[in-house]
């Protein structure tokens, strides 16, 4: 296996995932299925070859920062799980 | 003739000279969709109420003799992960499943203000991570050309929906392949046009540099005709292009005559269906029949692509999804202990298998160690296959490959593994990774009498040379005027 178990599992908490043992067994084999796959690209010399992040010759794109109407606080909370007073509603986050 | 199995040109024509009544026209398409979705499957949602609304006030507009637009009062499909105002968008997720945006994809907006009527949601692969529609957490799209099979994906509804006339004309979006593929299983045009010409404003990211808007039609000149309408520069859309508008339909001319047609013989190799083959060979003789000119040319890198663009699609993807994290809007598990079990619980609830894989996998390439050799090498790999279409593109004005490697396969045939799955998408995904505008359209069928897509694929805004090309082989094949027995 090119991925370790260890791995699925430190990558799993990366990505605020739970994976069940059965999960972290089909998951192992998978990615390691993939990232061998994957591991062709070794093969090509890109030495020099400059990274291609965007397709687009763009640089960052600004707008003049101007004051704007924006969407309404009850129409945005209506999507909002839990909601108080106005505001999205989240467990306790400092002790 | 029913008037749901018209083209999108013709309804539209028949509105404005009051042939019929926009009414009318949706009395069609729903009786048509009462009759085969529940076959079919393909939609999440349907919009009745606001479309008799709708259609009421074009009417009205219409009878007054006012301009109700290029596609007024036509009803048209769009893929599930579009947002629509007022209208449950839910990628096909339970992390959305109650998700109802509180304003319109730019997209949407033009086609409302160029009179289209919104009739349903289609259903998708989840997040649009997948090649069949089976991941989707909602249902299990069918072929209508076959109910045993897949539809293709991942924007297999709106491919569906085309295919058995449940809709004129419907929007997907391609990232790795997922409007031209399922186009391909379903025999109808899927166009893919180039990174940047339509604003990706409202359309739920899955990965950022390759994801595209495009439409499915039933006619060429029908992806034409939505083009003209939903291209176009969005200040919304910071990678959109600022570009003079095109009037695509110009590009609607029945000849090819030296044109040249470039034949990538180093990457149609090994893997591909034997009735593809032949399909493909004989489109490329009919190109040639009609005047264009075959050139062979070199993909050298592009076998590259498939590898490139898992590791570069899913480290996007880990980074786009991150924002699902049951607080302010999308699904929230309902037990946690505290602030992180909420994200844990929500989050492993919220996505299906497929894509938490793929969430890892871009976890993984991303992650320090690992970065330089996948993520980093993966991006130097795309620029090599980039230079590779400008090279070959300095030969050719268009390129034939096939759509997909095979036609329409099983429910479960792929599912189990992965990497099969993904090998679907190896003529597609080299497109998305140069950013580049392509087209699928009918060309053939195979000995079970499903349907073969072939593709053009044309340099950067070239779209009106890709729809040129296309066209004049749709109207020298007779493949587009099937339609599945359903």
Known sequence: MSVSKEEVKHIAVLSKLQLTDQELEKYTSDLSNIVDFANELSNVDVDGTKPTAHILDIKNVFRKDEVQPSYDREEILKNAPSKDAGCVSVPKVVE | ?486
């Open chain 2, 1 to 486: 003739m029913d008037l749901y199995s018209l083209t999108l040109t013709d309804i539209a024509k028949k509105i404005k000279d009051k042939e019929v009544s926009i009414k009318e026209v949706l009395d069609s398409v729903y009786s048509r969709i009462e009759e085969v979705e529940p076959k079919v499957d393909a939609y999440i949602t349907l919009t009745q109420s606001q479309a008799y609304e709708r259609a009421e006030k074009l009417q009205q507009k219409l009878d007054n003799n006012e301009d109700i637009g290029i596609l007024g009062g036509v009803p048209i499909a769009i893929k599930d992960n579009i947002c629509t105002k007022g209208v449950k968008t839910t990628c096909a997720s339970r992390m959305l499943e109650n998700y109802t945006p509180i304003y319109d994809a730019t997209v949407i907006k033009k086609l409302e203000d160029a009179g289209a009527i919104v009739i349903g949601k289609t259903n998708m692969d989840e997040f649009a991570m997948g090649s069949s529609t089976e991941t989707s957490y909602i249902k299990k799209t069918k072929n209508p050309w076959d109910l045993t099979r897949v539809p293709g994906g991942s924007s297999g509804g709106s491919a569906a929906v085309v295919s058995s006339d449940m809709a004129f004309a419907a929007l997907g979006s391609d990232t790795g392949g997922s409007i031209r593929q399922p186009a391909s299983y379903c025999s109808v045009v899927g166009l893919k046009p180039t990174y940047g010409l339509i604003s990706r404003f409202g359309l739920i990211a899955f990965a950022s540099s390759l994801d595209q808007i495009g439409p499915f039609t039933k006619t060429v000149e029908d992806a034409a005709l939505m083009l003209n309408v939903i291209s176009g520069h969005d200040k919304m859309d910071t990678t959109s292009a600022n570009l003079e508008k095109v009037d695509y339909l110009k590009a609607i001319v029945n000849d090819v005559k030296g044109k040249v047609i470039g034949i990538p013989t180093d990457f149609i190799t090994d893997g591909i269906n034997k009735d593809v083959r032949e399909a493909y060979d004989k489109a490329i003789d009919t190109l040639k029949n009609v005047g264009a000119k075959i050139q062979e040319i070199k993909l050298e890198y592009a076998k590259y692509s498939l590898a490139t663009y898992y590791i570069i699609a899913t480290a996007e993807a880990s980074s786009n999804l991150g924002r699902y994290d049951g607080i302010r809007y999308g699904y929230r598990a309902k037990d946690f202990e505290d602030l992180d079990d909420l994200y844990y619980k929500s989050r492993t609830e919220g996505f299906g298998a497929e894509v938490k894989r793929r969430i890892m996998l871009g976890t993984y390439v991303l992650s320090s160690g690992y970065y330089d050799a996948y993520y980093k090498r993966a991006q130097q790999v795309r620029t090599l296959i980039i230079e590779n279409f400008k090279e070959a593109f300095k030969l050719c004005d268009s390129i034939l490959i096939p759509t997909a490697p095979n036609t329409a396969f099983k429910f479960g045939e792929k599912s189990e593994n992965p990497l099969e799955m993904y090998l679907e998408d190896i003529y597609t995904v080299p497109v998305n990774i140069a950013g580049l505008p392509a087209i699928s359209i009918p060309g053939g069928f195979d000995s079970e009498n499903m349907p073969i897509g072939i593709q053009f694929i044309a340099n950067s805004f070239e779209e009106e040379k890709l729809l040129n090309i296309a066209y004049t082989f749709e109207q020298n094949t007779d493949y587009y005027k099937n339609k599945p027995n359903i």
